[in-house]
C-alpha cells in the first residue's frame, strides 16, 4: 500500500474503492494507522485489534443539516493518544473511481491530546482540593486536642472533664482516618491510564499543558526514534512542577522545556520559567511536605514529584535567579514492553 498518493496537509480526501481498498489518504492516516509497515489490504483490515495500531469508532454525530460525523479513535500505537474524524462526501456523477467512496478527514490527534492531558490536569486539581479539605480537618481537631491539653496543663483539677473530652477527639481522629484509609481517592475519581509517548513527539504533548496566556513550548533536541516515556510519569513528576512554572510566569511569557536523550536508558529536561524566581530558603524546603509560598495551596506538589521520582529511581536539580527558575529533570525511558503485554 506504498504506492497511495498522500495528501500533505492535516484534512484530504480519503477514497476507498467498492472493496474497501485505499485509493488516496492523506499523509497523517498512512503515519497514524503504520500503512506502510504493515499488510492491511483494505480499510476493514485496520479495525482488527489484534492488528494494532488500529481503528474503533468512539462518537457518531449527526449534525443539523443532516450530515453524519464520525470520530474514530486509534488505538494500540506508541505515542499519545490519536484519533481523526471525517464526512461522507456526495458521489461525483462521471467520477473516474467508478463506485469509490470518497470523504473528507481530518486528523484531531491534537485536540484529543489536549483534552486528555486537561482531564489528568483536573483530575490532580481535584485530588489536592481533597487533600486540602482532609488537611484542615484535620487541623481543626488537632487544634481542639491542643486547646484541651492547654486546659489540662493549666487547671489540673479540671483533669477527669478534660480528659474524657481528649479521648473522645481522638477517638473521631481515629475514625475519620480509618475512613479515609477505606477509601481511595484515586479510585474514586477515577485513574489517569498510563501510555508510553515517543520522546520525538513531546513538543505536543506540551503544548497541551499551556495555560491562558502562558504557553508552553518544547524543543527536543535529540533523541532516538524508538525512545519511549512513561505518560504516567510524566504526569507524576513534570506535571507539578510545570504548573508551577505556569503560575511564576507572567502574562504570556512562555515555559520553555528542552528536551535531550542523553542515553539509551535516560532522558533530560530542563522546565525554564522567567517569573521572579525562588529564594535560597525556598529551594531548600520546595520538598517538604506542605510547605508553599503561595496562599490556597497544600504545598505537597513537589512533595509527591518528589517521592515519584525516588520510587523510578530519578533526579532533579533547582537553579534559580530572579529572572526565573530552571528545573533539571532526568528519568528513565521505558522500553514499551510493559505496555504492549497490557494492551
Known amino acids: 500500500m506504498t504506492s497511495k498518493p498522500r495528501n500533505p496537509f492535516p484534512g484530504g480526501l480519503l477514497v476507498l474503492g467498492p472493496d474497501g481498498r485505499i ?35 468512539s462518537r457518531v454525530v449527526r449534525r443539523g443539516n443532516g450530515v453524519i460525523e464520525y470520530h474514530v479513535a486509534v488505538n494500540g500505537s506508541l505515542g499519545g493518544s490519536k484519533g481523526f474524524r ?3 462526501l456526495p458521489a461525483v456523477e462521471g467520477n473516474k473511481q467508478g463506485r469509490a467512496s470518497t470523504f473528507y478527514i481530518t486528523d484531531e490527534s491534537a485536540v484529543i491530546q489536549s483534552f486528555e492531558w486537561e482531564r489528568r490536569r483536573v483530575r490532580r486539581e481535584i485530588l489536592r482540593d481533597v487533600q486540602t479539605v482532609v488537611a484542615d480537618f484535620l487541623n481543626q481537631k488537632l487544634s481542639g486536642v491542643r486547646a484541651l491539653a492547654e486546659v ?31 477509601t481511595s481517592m484515586v479510585n474514586l475519581f477515577g485513574t489517569a491510564s498510563d501510555q508510553p509517548l515517543r520522546v520525538l513527539e513531546l513538543a505536543d504533548v506540551f503544548s497541551a499543558w499551556s495555560r491562558g496566556k502562558t504557553p508552553v513550548q518544547c524543543r527536543v533536541k535529540e533523541a532516538d526514534e524508538e525512545a519511549l516515556i512513561s505518560a504516567g510519569l510524566l504526569e507524576g513528576v513534570l506535571l507539578p512542577i510545570v504548573s508551577n512554572a505556569i503560575e511564576a510566569s507572567h502574562g504570556n511569557e512562555p515555559v520553555n522545556i528542552f528536551v535531550e536523550q542523553i542515553d539509551e536508558a535516560i532522558v533530560e529536561f530542563r522546565i525554564r520559567d522567567k517569573g521572579t524566581g525562588m529564594p535560597r530558603s525556598a529551594r531548600e524546603r520546595c520538598e517538604d511536605p506542605f510547605f508553599t509560598t503561595k496562599a490556597g ?19 532533579w536539580s533547582f537553579e534559580s535567579t530572579s529572572r526565573g527558575t530552571t528545573v533539571k529533570v532526568r528519568l528513565p525511558l521505558s522500553s514499551g514492553d510493559e505496555f504492549l503485554r497490557t494492551a
Open 152 to 182: 489540662l496543663r493549666d487547671v489540673p483539677e479540671a483533669a477527669e472533664e478534660t480528659g474524657v473530652r481528649i479521648v473522645g477527639a481522638l477517638d473521631e481522629l481515629r475514625a475519620a482516618v480509618a475512613e479515609m484509609g477505606r
Open 23 to 57: 485509493i488516496e489518504a492523506p499523509s497523517f492516516f498512512f503515519d497514524l494507522l503504520e500503512i506502510d509497515n504493515r499488510a492491511a489490504t483494505s480499510i476493514y483490515h485496520l479495525f482488527d485489534p489484534d492488528d494494532p495500531p488500529y481503528m474503533s469508532f
Open 297 to 315: 495551596h497544600l504545598g505537597l506538589g513537589l512533595t509527591n514529584a518528589s517521592e515519584f521520582l525516588q520510587r523510578v529511581g530519578g533526579e
Open 86 to 88: 471525517y464526512w461522507s
